[in-house]
Each structure stands twice: as C-alpha cells, then as structure tokens.
C-alpha cells in the first residue's frame, strides 16, 4: 500500500475531504501502527531514566520526521491543499514540564533511542500541566491547562501497582508514550497515573484541595510548594513515581529471569535531579523484602544508580522534614535511617556529609551522593563549581564519582523540524550524515567564504524572521520588522537569568532615542517565559516587560527603532518558531547561577550570535566558535562567587554613584510607566533592584549595555554578520543530545 492509500483507508474518506482534525487522528494511528511495527529496543542491560518532568513537546511532527515519513506526508498534504504544519498545530502541548530540566529529559529519551539504547522513561502522567500563561492589566495570570486529550499520544495498559503510603494506599495505573529514535530505536515512556483523580477539585485559577491525595495525587505538575499541604504533597508523587518505577522494574527482571543479585548488570537507573531519589531506599526496601541483606541491597542499589545535579541554587535542592516523611512513606524511615548510620559511622566528624542533620532535616542529594554510583554535573564550568564549592565535602570523600555530561539537544527538533529550510539547505551542501553525526556540520566551514552559500542562509534566515513577525502580529497583535534586529531572550522568568538587566537595556535604549541617537537597524527585543505563582520578584520583572511593550510600541517616536514583545504561554512550540528567528541570543545569567542552559545551544544551531556571559555552557560555545564570534560580557564566576563571599557587592554604591543606572532604575516608577502599571509592583521590584539585587544586575549592567550596543552595531557588518552565524551553526555539532547520551553511556550507564 503507498502512504496514501493507507491514510485514505484510516480517514475513511479522501484527503481533501478531511478536516485537520480528521488528518490529526489518522496521522496520530498511522504512527501507532508504523511504531508497532518497528521492533522495541533490547539488549542484556536497560537504562531508566526517572523524571518527575518530561518537556515532550508536541509528538506528531517528531515522530513523522523519527520515522522519516515526514516530507512525504508534507508533499501529499500539498498535493491536496492542506497543510501539515497546521494539522500538528491540533495536538495539545503535553506540558509536562517547568523548563529545562524537563525539555532535557524529552531530548535525553529522542537521543537513546536514536542510539539503540535500550532506555526507558519513567514519570508521571499529571492531568493538568505546568499553567497556562495568561495577561491581563500587564500582569502574568495562571490558567490550568489540561492537555489530555482524544484521541491521545499515550496508550492505557493494563499494568498496575499497589503503592502505600502511611495513610492510604492507592492502585495505580500506567500509560506509555512510544519514543521512536531516529530512522531506528524504539523506547518507551511510562507515566503513572491513578484511576481516582478528581479534576473537578480545580476551582479558582490553579488552586485546588491539596489535602484529598487520593483525588489529587498526579493532578498537577509540582503544585506550589509554598504551604505544608503542598510539600507534602510533592512528597506523595515523588513517592508514587518511584515505587512505581521500582516495581516495574522488579518486575521486569523477574521476568527475564534474571537473579536480582546481579540488578547492576541489568539496570541502569539515572535520577533526574532529587525529586526521584526515593527511589535508593525503595529499591533496597524491595530488595530486603526479596531476601537480600541490607548492607548487600545498598551495595547493588548503589551500583544501579547514577544521579544528575542541574543546579546550585541552594533553594533548589530539596531537603524535607523528617516528620513529612515519617507521615507520608514510613516505611522508608528505617531504611534511610540505616542509611544515615551507615553514613554517620564512616564520616562522624563532618556533619556536611549526613543525610539526616542535627534539625531533622533530610537531604534527598545526600541520598544519591552516598548510595549512587556517579554524579554529574551539566556543563564543564557547573561541574567544576560543584567539585569546588556546592558539593565539595562530596568530592573530597568520592572524588571517583564526579563527572561532567554536558547537555545537548535533539537536532531533529531543533532543527530538522523547527528549521527545515535551513536543514534541507546544509543536506544539499553536506549530503544528510550530519543528521545521525552532528560534528559533520564542521564541514560547513568550508563555505566560510562562499557567499552564495552565507546569501542562502541569510535568506534562510529572513524568512524564518518574517515568519515569526506574522505569528508575532497574530498571537500577540504587535507589529515587528523582519528587517529590524531581532533580539531573543526566552526562559523561565528568575532573578538569576537577568531578564531585568535586559529590560533595563531597554529603558537606556529609549533614553538614547528619545536624545535622537539611533542604531542603524531597528531593534526587536522578544522574550518569553513563565513566572512561578508565588515568585514575586520574577512577577515584578514581567510587568515591568509588558509595561515598558505599552509605552514603547505606542511612542511614535521610539517604535520606529525599537519594539519589545512579550510572547505570552512560551512553550516548546513557541520555542520551535522563535529561534529560528533569532540574530542574538541572550544568555545573560550571573555567571556560576546557570547550571548549562539549553536554548543557548538551539539558538547557535539556527546561527543566532550569543550574547552572554562566562557561565554555564556558554562558555563551551565560546570555545568552539572562538572569541570572534560571540560577544562576552559580565564578571566571572570566581569574581562572582568572590564578592558573595566577602560580602562585596552593594548594589546601592550603582544606584548612588553610575549617573546612567540610576536614571535608568528611576524610571520604572517614573509618570509614564505608573500612568500604565502597577504603583507597587514596580516600586518593589525598583526597591529591591537598589537594596538588594541579590543576583547582581548592577554589577553587569554597563558591560552588558556597552558589549550590546557594539553587538548591534556590528550587525551592519552583514558580511561579517553572516560568516558568523555560519560558524555558530558549523560548531553546534558538539551540543547535539546524541553525543551527551554516548557519554552517559561510556561513562556511566555501560548499555552495549
Ligand atoms: C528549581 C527551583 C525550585 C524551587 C524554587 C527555586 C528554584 C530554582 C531553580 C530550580 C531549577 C531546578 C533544576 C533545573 O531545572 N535546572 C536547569 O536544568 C537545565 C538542564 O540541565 C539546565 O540547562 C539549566 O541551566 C538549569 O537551570
């Protein structure tokens, strides 16, 4: 049968007669039968990635390109006046998510099965995702989104556990996502979930009763956390996915006869972040169950499991009440209890390294780091901070278990599918290996001085920019010119990732108007990202966003040289039509606060310049283009972490004695932006700017404003311009997941 005739079969009607949404169903059951047939990967050991998060990113346009479907399903579309981009707009985001972590997972999971790793995904099926973004009087509002659908990306089984808790116990349930690898590899994704959930608790906003766990447990993606309830709450999920997982692995092994004796020569376990280190003292609970030792279950535990730091925020890593879990999970209380002994009996003179402090306080990091086999970092800088700083009584005692993976990306979505002129053009210069064999997009320099080839990707470039200005102009009626710089910081809103330092460019930028200098190009400042509900200072930074997108858009005088755009709800579908759009990419972060990042990498790979400083892998992006072609700014990490040591930065000596910053921190509450904003909001996020500034704006500001202001000139310099954005796509190689999994796997997991 052609393709044709089999959709023509599925939709029951010919092709043009159908509607997106009849084409989304059937495309959504030809890829479950093509996924059928394509046998599941095996071999003697797996990998189990647990993650409370998985950013998956819409599934139809990736599983077309993973099963090499996708341009022939586009001609056909074409042949019968439809259009396939617009059918995979019908597939709800599933959310799952809160940014990076979670996006990194999804890519992680592409990567094994392109691979042919045996690797599976575990985690949970939360009914409503991370929120849904919303605007109103130029403030962020917070939407449930429910993104379970039907027909649906995920298939029911009949698998399911009993999982108790001290209160209750609950049956659970679990569905699986097909994870097809590219052209081969066929993993799976299980999300657990429990038949009783109770959607209807969600009242107002994202609120909901968080005491009914048996009604709520996988309602919502990390609900707040703020109050006692919600706490405990995260525990009871951490606790459900990871007894989950156990068991299902367990189970699998039973199966294939194996004796658990030898679970490391068959398992690989990766805990992504703290939220599934539970699943150390369950793991040793199952296996003592089995008949195991103790001291022998945590020799085999340990050598089963590996775990992934992605931060050095220390709010960031969980640390829970005894009595929390005491209530929640007691059976594991004398396990992490003889853990905690274990710990306490080797290192007795360092109260740093237990996992039960003199508080009652229980580090879930700890956990991993004394009964895991391995810890990694990131990127090279963040696991170098961790040796030295964040982790280093650790590193002292297990110097053997610390290594660095930097992240990566999946370049089949970041590319292939979010890019596909630019990824059809470097097939006909390159031919297609550097689609399984990123590094071979080196050979691109090779046309460093081609300028048909640079004309190709900058007309590449532009129309992806005229693109984006149409959805710009229809999801968030602004009005941008493809010509104009286009300038792109889109993350999750945090102090650390210095959105306010960019819109206090924005501000200087006005001023310099407004005394009638310009740049030569018009400038288009986008952002995009969330806000956590309870985080008030990142809220703040939002609304001084949409408030200086107010005033500046609407100034006559300005908005001929610079417009800002605010793209509410940025997700992994804005991401795919944003950044390919971009010329800078800021990656503006205090250096040593973030951990790697991951848009810096997609931004190069679509040939965006960064703009960043020394941290996270921005710094291996410097290393692979060379000074020439990124723009550096901003203190380094050993200054940084120099002046929060000695106590030495004050941000009020900035306000007090830098004529040009206080002007630009004064306008915030300035006539023109109370005339629009929030009197309070802006005045508190002014006050704190001046007072305290605890992720150092100031100390950045003017470097950054300086290195910026050459940056867009420089953009004029199209020849210049344009060879650099070919070496930004020619070094990206480096950053592809693919090669992030192989060295998991050398390193760590020992799959094949
Ligand atoms: C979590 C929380 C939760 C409580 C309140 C404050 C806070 C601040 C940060 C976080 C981050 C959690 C971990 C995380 O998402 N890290 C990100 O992981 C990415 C993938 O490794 C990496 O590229 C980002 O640099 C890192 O921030």
Redesign the pocket.
């Known amino acids: 049968m052609t393709l044709e005739q089999e959709l023509v079969s599925l939709l029951g009607k010919p092709i043009a007669d159908a509607k997106r949404r009849e084409l989304y169903a059937a495309l959504l059951k030809l890829v479950k039968q093509k996924s059928a047939e394509r046998p599941v990967t095996s071999g003697n050991k797996k990998l189990y990635y647990i993650s409370a998060e998985f950013l998956t990113g819409k599934q139809l346009g990736k599983n077309l390109i993973n099963l090499n479907l996708y341009d022939e399903v586009d001609q056909l579309f074409k042949k019968y006046g439809k259009s396939l981009s617009s059918v995979e707009d019908v597939e709800e985001e599933p959310s799952l998510g ?7 997972a999804a890519c992680y999971l592409d990567s094994a099965a392109t691979l042919d790793l045996p690797a599976d995904g575990m985690g949970l099926r939360y009914h409503f995702g991370l929120f849904k973004q919303e605007f109103r009087d130029h403030k962020q509002y917070e939407v449930p989104d429910r993104w379970l659908s039907s027909p649906s990306v995920l298939t029911k089984t009949n698998v399911s556990y009993t999982v108790e808790f001290g209160k209750l116990s609950v049956k659970s349930r679990m569905y699986d996502m097909d994870v097809l690898g590219y052209k081969t590899g066929h993993n799976m994704l299980h999300l657990f979930d429990i038949d009783s959930v109770d959607e209807s608790l969600v009242k107002e906003g994202i609120d909901f009763d968080k005491t009914a766990i048996a009604k709520n447990l996988t309602l919502f993606l990390y609900p707040d ?1 703020s109050d006692e309830d919600g706490r405990k709450l995260r525990i009871y999920q951490q606790y459900f996915m990871v007894s989950n997982a156990a068991q299902y692995i367990l189970d699998e092994e039973k199966k294939a006869g194996h004796n658990l004796m030898d679970l490391a020569d068959h398992v690989a376990i990766q805990i992504n ?1 703290t939220h599934p280190s539970m699943v150390i003292p369950e793991l040793i609970r199952l296996l003592i169950k089995e008949g195991i030792p103790f001291y022998k279950a945590e020799e085999i535990v340990t050598n089963v499991c590996a775990y ?1 730091n ?2 050095i ?1 220390a ?2 890593l969980e640390k829970w009440p005894y009595a929390y879990l005491q209530e929640v999970v007691p059976q594991l209380m004398p396990i992490i209890g003889g853990m905690d002994f274990g710990v306490e009996c080797a290192y007795n003179n360092n109260p740093d390294l237990r996992i039960i402090d003199a508080g009652n306080t229980v580090h879930m990091a700890h956990i991993d780091m004394h009964y895991g086999h391995s810890i990694n970092g ?2 090279a800088l ?1 696991t170098d901070i961790l040796k030295k700083q964040e982790l280093r009584p650790f590193y002292n005692i297990y110097p053997e278990k610390f290594n660095n993976k930097t ?1 990566g990306i999946t370049f089949r979505r970041f590319i292939m599918h979010a890019n596909p002129d630019l990824s059809h053009k470097i097939d006909s210069l390159l031919g297609a290996s550097w689609k399984s064999n990123a590094t071979d997009l080196e050979r691109l320099m090779q046309y460093y001085n081609d300028e048909n080839v640079l004309n190709a990707f900058a007309e590449i470039k532009h129309n992806n920019k005229e693109r984006a200005a149409q959805f710009i102009l229809d999801k968030e009626g602004v009005e941008v010119d493809p010509d104009s710089v286009f300038d792109v910081q889109v993350k999750r809103f ?1 102090e650390y990732k210095r959105q306010q330092m960019n819109a206090l460019w924005v501000i200087y930028e006005y001023f310099r108007i407004k005394s009638g200098v310009t740049f030569p190009h018009p400038v288009t400042v986008i952002f995009g990202g969330k806000a ?1 509900p309870a ?1 008030y200072q990142a809220q703040a930074v939002i609304h001084l966003i949409l408030c200086l997108q107010e005033l500046i858009n609407n100034d006559p005088q300005v908005s001929k040289y610079l417009k800002v755009v605010m793209l509410k709800n940025y997700n992994v579908a804005k991401a795919e039509k944003i950044i390919p759009a971009a010329d800078i990419s800021e990656q503006i972060s205090l250096a040593s606060k ?5 848009s810096n990498m997609k931004f190069m790979l679509n040939g965006a310049i960064t703009l960043g400083t020394m941290d ?2 921005n710094v291996e992006i410097k290393n692979l283009v060379g000074d020439g072609n990124i723009y550096i700014f901003g203190r380094s990490s050993d200054e940084v972490i120099n002046l929060y040591n000695t106590n030495g930065y004050h941000a009020e000596d900035y306000y007090k004695y830098h004529e040009s910053i206080r002007r630009c921190i004064d306008f915030i509450t300035s006539p023109e932006m109370l005339a629009i904003g929030d009197a309070k909001l802006l005045g508190d996020l002014k006050d704190n700017l001046i007072h305290k500034d605890w992720f150092m704006t100031l100390l950045d500001l003017e470097s950054y404003c300086n290195v910026k202001e050459t940056m867009i000139y420089d953009y004029s310099d199209q020849e210049r311009w344009k060879r650099m954005s070919l070496v930004n796509t020619a070094k990206a190689g480096f950053f592809s997941s693919d090669r992030s999994i192989a060295e998991y796997n050398r390193d760590i997991w020992h799959l094949k």
Do not use: C, K, P
């Open positions: 809160n940014g990076g972590l979670g996006r990194l956390d972040d992934t992605h931060t925020l709010e960031a990131v990127a963040h992240n945090h956590a985080y973030e951990a790697s990042g991951t996270g892998a």
